[in-house]
């Protein structure tokens, strides 16, 4: 029997899809720059029917790309051509909600936000927010350890997920970290958290819920200067204040939101700054106006504190759809994802800028100050023919992050989009070794293939067993 | 298969989608957890940005215009709730209404789907043949006739789209069948406003009590309400279903019915109806002799609930002590972004407490004549939309919409009184009991 028949008994004529029309809704995600349409969709309506699907996938060599809510911005869902796509927007069941040992236990494609939706009633929520937190899925957030805003102090997804069920490349259900946090031997959670579904498909998650916090403030502070801004938030952290976060948007940036909702933001302003701080209410209130001291420090022009929850609320909801509400000043763009040691923020502000320029494209800049993750906007116009120029633009933007000390990308992941430029942070030794592991997993290269790994290692050639290098073969180096 | 060559790809060169609508998604996917059929099955081509993508590909001719498509588009329920959502403002609402007559131009419906549509556009739009219908609906149960079918199992045999009408149907009283305002109530004290009642048409038959509650409650605030006679449908559930001319057709007749009433304000309390004539001068745009009338018609269409917000309160309220749950109509949030109105208007009764509904952005499944024919998708929304309302534990529920009405009340199971926000309103201005006024 052919594959796509062995799939369609396992799964069911209803859960699969083949239909060519039908296919191409599947054939990007939230980066519709990389486009393929692949050969099959499934369906799977339980961690058995995943497990099947992938069986047959691994018994026919047939690559699979598992699929959340399709919202990642660096390619990572992008189907494969000869292969499948295994969506996961059937499992979508809380399974449980322990407030007693402050854990849920959901399956992959319930949202971010849903789970803390369902630990509210407990007072509980789930730390970890990206942006897309309402449409985006855990299993999506474990394959790319998604960040967010709240990162800064909480820390990324890595850090909240206890266990997870996982299919691996040959269909294996099994099942890495546990109910303690602390487990011995190697931490293979940790190794699947944020690998991009190059070694295999989550199809539960065992989450760590935090009780609310006592008291919640937030500001706006408008700054005169982009520069006055990036060395504000190095003044906070060097104060020793760790706020819950720290969020800087540029005066295009809130030009976009102010076009989008019902903004909050000054529309004249060169950068506004959000701070948050969360915890004991003594604390916060005291924190919170050494905050705005050092934000007057560095030139200051305003301060706009949430009266009330609402207020708080239109701040987050402006941030938060900002990226798409780029789609209301440009016809296109893309959105880079890179990360520079914080005090240089400043610096590669004014360097981005001086690129712009020369590139003659326009770039807004919303970012997480906090941890340094530039979310670079470069803004363009595919009708007008800037395409070529906006994505060298972006890409040298990321690479400009490795140079000034910092990293490729900060949560959106590496995917599609970035392979190409692993080696400028990585050395060949590094990527040898990481393909060593993703080969461990997934020997035959049918996880998600074409995504992290530069092809060939340098463009073409698919990730596959591990072959020794020529210096390994020359003998002038050795496996360890 | 229909395929039509030009710059408008698949589609033909009347009103297709416009391609600068079609740029405007950004594929962020922001859209997803309001839709409701992306909700039910998590089929991205059943979601708004697959819709989108799937209009997208056809506008670029890489697509026809065949049953594959016309399927996806049929599924849309025309909530809007993307259209909120959308942090990129795409216009939806206008990608759909181009795309929808398109469809019905170009894709022959089956036989089973131009039988259903015959039948409901031949009755729903004429109050007459709808009250014999509902009249007939009413022996069925007072004869037993209706426990007699479901225990011989005889309605499970029915197709889906018959069983779905035969579970919609309320229990009305035969009086209030042929309950109708009087054609003019006069004001109570000075004159504010010459408003203009619509009646609908399932509205007047079915909810004709509804109705004799709005002209009470606007008379008391100072309108004096006409309901001008001979008004035929308004052409909603056509416009909707994609039949441009038919509702064209309505909505010119509707228009010249109206204008005799010289009125300051057409009044409507159907939020379907609603925001159909607000759209009225994108309808008729292309018809010089309408298109002028037709948008002073459009900007003096209010909803009773924003008319009302819109007017400082004049009769005293009284208490009418209940936890409510007000139910949004998708029509009204999402169509006529009237989310604040009914709600303020609720909770300035005294001793109602206004409570939210979880998941309130999902579609309860009515949509028009979605109900009856996509009656699988429709019924799930509706037993998901009844669980969240009793999770709310309210005393009464209100929304401001005759599908949502028939659609919520059959599938909540307990005994939960059901009501349009007006009648609370009238029940408060009048004194007496929410039981009674509805009596």
Not at chain 1, 43 to 50: I, K
Not at chain 1, 79 to 92: N, W
Not at chain 1, 162 to 187: F, I, K, M
Not at chain 2, 397 to 413: D, I, K, P
Request: net charge negative.
């Amino acid at each position: 029997m052919s594959w796509s028949a062995e799939l369609t008994e396992a799964l069911g004529r209803a859960n699969v899809i083949t239909d060519p029309a039908r296919l191409r809704t599947y054939e990007c995600d939230g980066l519709t720059g990389y486009r393929v349409q692949p050969a099959m969709v499934v369906l799977p309506r339980s961690a058995a029917e995943v497990a099947a699907a992938v069986r047959v996938c691994a018994r026919h060599g047939v690559p699979f790309v598992a699929r959340g809510a399709g919202t990642g911005l660096s390619g990572g869902a992008l189907p494969v051509a000869d292969g499948i796509v295994i969506s996961l927007q059937k499992l979508r069941r809380v399974v449980e909600v322990d407030p007693v040992n402050l854990r849920a236990v959901v399956e992959p494609g319930v949202t971010n936000l849903d789970i803390s939706k369902a630990a509210a009633p407990y007072g509980l929520y789930y730390a970890p927010d990206p942006s897309s937190q309402q449409v985006c899925t855990i299993g999506g957030n474990v394959a790319e350890n998604s960040g967010g805003a709240h990162c800064l102090k909480y820390g990324f997804t890595v850090n909240h997920v206890l266990a997870a069920e996982v299919v691996l490349a040959d269909g294996t259900v099994t099942t890495l970290g546990g109910d303690s946090a602390q487990l011995p031997g190697y931490d293979l959670l940790g190794a699947f958290i944020g690998s991009e579904g190059t070694l295999g498909i989550v199809t539960q998650v065992t989450v760590r819920l935090l009780a609310k916090p006592a008291a919640v403030r937030t500001m706006v502070a408008d700054f005169a200067t982009v520069a006055g801004a990036g060395d504000a938030v190095t003044g906070i952290i060097a104060a020793g204040i760790v706020p819950a976060a720290v969020e800087m948007l540029d005066n295009l940036a809130i030009q976009a939101v102010a076009a989008s909702t019902e903004s909050v933001y000054t529309p004249d302003t060169v950068a506004a700054l959000v701070v948050e701080l969360d915890g004991p209410p003594d604390d916060v209130a005291e924190q919170f106006d050494e905050v705005q001291e050092i934000c007057r420090e560095h030139g200051c022009t305003k301060i706009m504190v949430a009266a009330d929850a609402e207020q708080r609320r239109l701040i987050w909801t402006g941030r938060k759809a900002a990226f798409a509400a780029v789609g209301r000043i440009s016809p296109d763009y893309f959105v880079q994802d890179g990360v520079v040691p914080r005090g240089r923020l400043a610096e590669v502000l004014g360097r981005i800028a001086a690129m712009a320029d020369d590139a003659g494209i326009r770039v807004a800049n919303v970012f997480h100050a906090g941890d340094g993750n530039l979310h670079p906007l470069v803004l363009y116009s595919e009708a007008d023919g800037e395409h070529d120029r906006a994505e060298r633009l972006s890409t040298e933007i990321a690479e400009l992050c490795v140079e000034l000390g910092g990293s490729l990308s900060g949560e959106h992941g590496i995917g599609a989009d970035k392979a190409c430029s692993m080696p400028r942070m990585f050395g060949e030794d590094d990527l040898a070794t990481m393909l060593r592991l993703r080969t461990a997993f997934d020997p035959d290269g049918l996880c998600n293939p074409g995504k992290v790994f530069p092809t060939p290692r340098l463009c073409g050639e698919r990730p596959g067993k591990y072959r020794p290098h020529p210096l390994e073969e020359a003998g002038v180096i050795e496996r360890l | 298969m229909v395929l039509i060559p030009g710059d408008t790809g698949s589609f033909d060169a009347h009103h297709p989608p416009r391609r600068e609508l079609l740029d405007d998604c950004v594929h962020c996917g922001f859209c997803l957890p309001t839709c409701p059929t992306y909700a039910v099955d998590g089929e991205e081509m059943d979601s708004p940005r697959g819709r989108i993508y799937l209009i997208d590909l056809a506008q670029r001719g890489e697509i026809p215009l065949d049953r594959t498509l016309a399927g996806h588009i049929d599924s849309c329920l025309g909530c809007l709730a993307c259209v909120p959502a959308c942090p990129s403002g795409v216009q939806y609402d206008l990608l759909l209404a181009a795309t929808r007559p398109q469809l019905e131009r170009h894709v022959p419906r089956t036989r089973r789907e131009r039988l259903v549509r015959r039948a409901i556009f031949a009755v729903f739009p004429y109050p007459a043949r709808m009250r014999a219908a509902a009249l007939l609906g009413v022996l069925y149960r007072r004869l037993g006739l209706r426990a007699l079918a479901h225990r011989l199992g005889l309605v499970d045999r029915l197709p889906a789209e018959l069983r779905a009408a035969e579970d919609l149907l309320p229990p009305v009283p035969v009086r209030s069948l042929f309950r109708r305002p009087p054609p003019i109530v006069p004001a109570v004290g000075e004159r504010r406003l010459r408003v203009a009642l619509l009646e609908g048409c399932a509205q007047r038959v079915l909810f004709g009590d509804v109705n004799a509650a709005t002209a009470r409650v606007l008379a008391a605030e100072g309108c004096e309400v006409v309901v001008p006679p001979g008004q035929r449908c308004c052409g909603a559930l056509n416009l909707h279903a994609g039949l441009e001319d038919d509702a064209a057709a309505r909505a010119r007749r509707l228009i010249d019915t109206f204008e005799t009433a010289r009125a300051d304000v057409v009044v409507v309390n159907v939020a379907g109806c609603g925001s159909s004539m607000k759209e009225y001068d994108r309808l008729l745009a292309d018809d010089p002799a309408y298109a002028e009338r037709a948008a002073r018609f459009a900007a003096s269409v209010r909803d009773v609930n924003e008319l009302l917000a819109e007017l400082e309160p004049r009769a005293p309220r009284h208490p009418v002590r209940a936890k409510v749950a007000y139910h949004d109509a998708c029509h009204l949030a999402n169509a006529q972004r009237i989310r604040r109105q009914p709600r303020d208007l609720l909770r300035a009764v005294p001793g109602i407490e206004l409570t939210d509904i979880p998941d309130a952005e999902i579609c309860c499944g009515s949509a028009g004549i979605y109900n009856l024919v996509q009656p699988r998708t429709a019924e799930e929304l509706g037993r998901r939309k009844a669980a969240n309302i009793e999770a709310a534990e309210p005393d009464v529920v209100a929304t401001a919409n005759a599908g949502c009405l028939l659609q919520v009340r059959r599938f909540l199971s307990a005994d939960l009184p059901l009501v349009h926000p007006i009648e609370i309103l009238d029940a408060s201005i009048r004194g007496v009991p929410l039981e009674r006024a509805r009596r």
